[in-house]
Structure formats: structure tokens, C-alpha cells
């Protein structure tokens, strides 16, 4: 069978020819006006582009338009043809020239030149001494480990501490007293002894912080219990020596069922020396087979207090301030009235001392001529009167 035409495939009737482009619904060709073809090229010229204010009329729009705000706009265009009678054409306008400077920054050549002067002031004449050395660190961290079923040996770990402090400076070895008193001189600017340091009352603290790495520990043993930090100077000194960052260790040999005293100072970089820390009273027990660490910290055995008393002719004995003063917090005075017993015991002295009332004391008094001696034996009690001499 014959394939039918491409106008119309499914029927004998040629497809309707397309109208021309003027005017597709109709046969009459449109002609647009003021658009003369060329005659070289046969093609009709660009129509330029209507005004924006009115793109169908001569007339400019008002509605739905913005206007370019005044001293932006750029000089009127002048009117050329566009194609179209009646149209004049706006030229697009230039860049607005802004009112202020473009910049406020500009390069400016600078050239420095050198001017030393000498100067001689008063503060440095005849030489001037100083000395510059960094902080001590704080005292370092001291642990006591024990090893399970061992009563002989103790892991000891130390480690560096962070922070800052001030606090009297403490000598163990003789090398020491030397050091502090550089120490002093670099951060008071006061050259003093040793002896003045730690005993003068106006000596000011040292201050010690932290800032540079821990390079070594001294730790220092004593088998008997230390009266000052000096006694260790007759001890055990041991110099752990640890890598930079890691904490020190050390295994001591003792005996069980004996006491050990420690302490530790800790050495920065620079060879500046901390305080020692606390003296650690250790013993390891070993109670028939059951075997524990026993620590605690140790404190210096306090000066035995004497109680002499100088006197001429007279002894005068009466309570000290604080046994004098009225608790009313705890009191219980009761009512008042003149025909009542006097008021207890429990009425004065402080709630945090050891009161005097109603107890007995002997006192001695002893001839400095003969050496006589005299017992007195004292009660204080409460008789409701001020004076009683009066």
C-alpha cells in the first residue's frame, strides 16, 4: 500500500498550507512600519528599544516606576532617532560620581634614623649591682605505694605541682643558705643574710611559682623523727632524676615494723630549689603475716612551754581575758533576784577553751635568796562580785 502524503497521513486531502508570517490568521501580509529591509542584506534593521517610562506611547508612565534620585542622574541624552514617530531615545546614563573623596588613604614615605644619646643619671652612679633569676618552683607531689605480700619495700612517685605561692624560704643543705640569699636579693632588691631572712620580722616571703620543668627530685630519709628540716642534713639523700614529662619513681628498701620520716624537694631547669614538703612519718607493718602501710604527716614537736613567773613583795593571781568572758549563747543565768545563790561556774569563760572554773591549782613560789619554796593551792569560783577586795 502507498504511504500517504506528509501533509496529512491519514487521509487523501493535502494538508492546509501555513499562512505566512505576517499574519497567520488571515492572507493579507503585515507590514511593520519604519523597518525598510536592506537592500544588501535583505533583512530588516534593529528596531531600537522604547524609553522605560512608556513602552507603548510617547507619553512617559508615572505608575510602577522609580525615578533615579536627584544629583544622581546623569545629563539629559540628546534625542536621536529610534524607527518609531515620536519616540525620542534616553542614552543609558553613566556612573554616578559620588559627592566625598574616592579615599582617605594615601602612602606616605617614612624614613627612621638612629639618635643615641648618653645620659648620665644619678640612679647608676658609682655602679649598680642587680641580679635576675627566675622563680623557684612550688613543692613537688610525694606518693607512697606498697607491694602486695612484700613488707620490705615501698614505691615512693613524684611528680611536679603547678601554681604559686609565698612562704618562708627553707635551708636543708649547708648549699642552700647561699641560694636563698640570692633568691632574696633578686626579688626584693635587699642584700641580707640567712640569719636575717629567717628570723627578722620584716623579712618579706619569697614567692614561688612554677614556670620552667622539673629536672630532678631530692628525696631525703631519716630513721628517727626530725626535730627541724635541717636534721636531714644527716640523713639519706636520694636524686631522682626522671625524664620531662614523666613523673619520678623509687623503690626504698626498709624494715617492717619501723618508722621512716620523708620529704622531697623538687629542682626546676634553671638549678632553682623548691621548699621541701611535708614530713611523712612512713612504717610498714606486718602483723604476723597481714601486711599494710600505715603514713601520716608528721609535725615538729612543739617548744615544751616553761611557766615562771618574776615577782617582787606582791603575787597577784587572777584569770586570764578569756576565762572572763560571758557565753550568752550557752549561758543559763536563770531569773534574777538579790536573794538567789550566785550564779554557776558555767557562766563564763569561751566556748572553745579549757575553763578554769572550779578547778584546783597548786602554784609554787620559790625564794631567789634562800630557795624556799612555797605551795599554794588555788580555786576559781565564780562570786557574782567584781573585785572582792572592794
Not at 643574710?193 to 620552667?212: G, N, P, Q, V
Not at 642534713?233 to 623509687?250: K, W
Not at 584569770?319 to 549563747?329: F, G, H, K, T
Request: aromatic share 6%; glycine share 10%.
Amino acid at each position: 500500500m502507498e504511504r500517504p502524503p506528509a501533509g496529512n497521513r491519514r487521509g487523501g486531502t493535502p494538508a492546509m498550507e501555513r499562512p505566512p508570517a505576517g499574519n497567520r490568521r488571515g492572507g493579507t501580509p503585515v507590514s511593520k512600519p519604519g523597518r525598510a529591509r536592506d537592500p544588501q542584506t535583505g533583512g530588516f534593521p534593529a528596531m531600537e528599544r522604547p524609553p522605560a517610562g512608556n513602552n507603548r506611547g510617547s507619553n512617559a508612565a508615572s505608575v510602577g516606576r522609580s525615578t533615579a534620585p536627584a544629583g544622581l542622574a546623569g545629563p539629559p541624552a540628546p534625542n536621536r532617532p529610534t524607527g518609531l514617530p515620536g519616540m525620542p531615545a534616553l542614552e543609558k546614563p553613566g556612573p554616578s560620581t559620588p559627592a566625598g573623596p574616592i579615599s582617605n588613604q594615601a602612602v606616605v614615605p617614612v624614613t627612621n634614623c638612629g639618635s643615641i644619646k648618653a645620659m648620665i643619671v644619678p640612679y647608676v652612679v658609682g655602679g649598680m649591682a642587680a641580679t635576675i633569676i627566675d622563680k623557684p618552683p612550688v613543692p613537688p607531689e610525694i606518693s607512697f605505694y606498697a607491694s602486695r605480700g612484700v613488707d620490705n619495700k615501698i614505691r615512693i612517685l613524684l611528680n611536679s605541682s603547678t601554681g604559686e605561692l609565698n612562704a618562708k624560704p627553707v635551708a636543708i643543705l649547708d648549699e642552700d643558705k647561699v641560694y636563698i640569699e640570692e633568691e632574696y636579693l633578686a626579688q626584693t632588691g635587699e642584700a641580707l643574710s640567712f640569719e636575717e631572712i629567717m628570723t627578722s620580722s620584716d623579712a618579706e616571703k619569697l614567692r614561688f611559682k612554677s614556670d620552667d620543668p622539673v629536672d630532678l627530685y631530692e628525696l631525703f630519709r631519716l630513721d628517727t623523727p626530725p626535730a627541724s628540716y635541717g636534721d636531714f642534713l644527716g640523713g639519706t639523700m636520694i636524686t631522682v632524676n626522671p625524664v620531662y614529662g614523666i613523673p619520678g619513681e623509687h623503690i626504698d628498701t626498709i624494715k617492717p615494723n619501723k618508722k621512716y620520716y620523708y620529704c622531697v624537694r623538687a629542682i626546676d631547669m634553671h638549678n632553682n630549689k623548691s621548699n621541701p614538703t611535708h614530713i611523712y612519718e612512713i612504717e610498714m607493718v606486718n602483723n604476723n603475716g597481714q601486711i599494710f602501710l600505715r603514713q601520716e604527716i608528721f609535725d615538729f614537736p612543739s617548744a615544751e612551754q616553761v611557766f615562771h613567773k618574776s615577782g617582787r613583795r606582791f603575787l597577784y593571781v587572777e584569770p586570764a581575758m578569756r576565762q572572763l568572758i560571758y557565753d550568752s549563747e550557752t549561758a543559763t543565768p536563770g531569773p534574777a533576784a538579790l536573794d538567789i545563790a550566785p550564779p554557776t561556774n558555767t557562766l563564763l569563760g569561751a566556748p572553745e577553751i579549757d575553763r578554769v572554773w572550779g578547778k584546783k591549782f597548786r602554784l609554787r613560789v620559790t625564794s631567789k635568796k634562800t630557795g624556799r619554796k612555797t605551795d599554794l593551792n588555788i580555786t576559781f569560783r565564780n562570786s557574782g562580785l567584781v573585785k572582792p577586795s572592794e
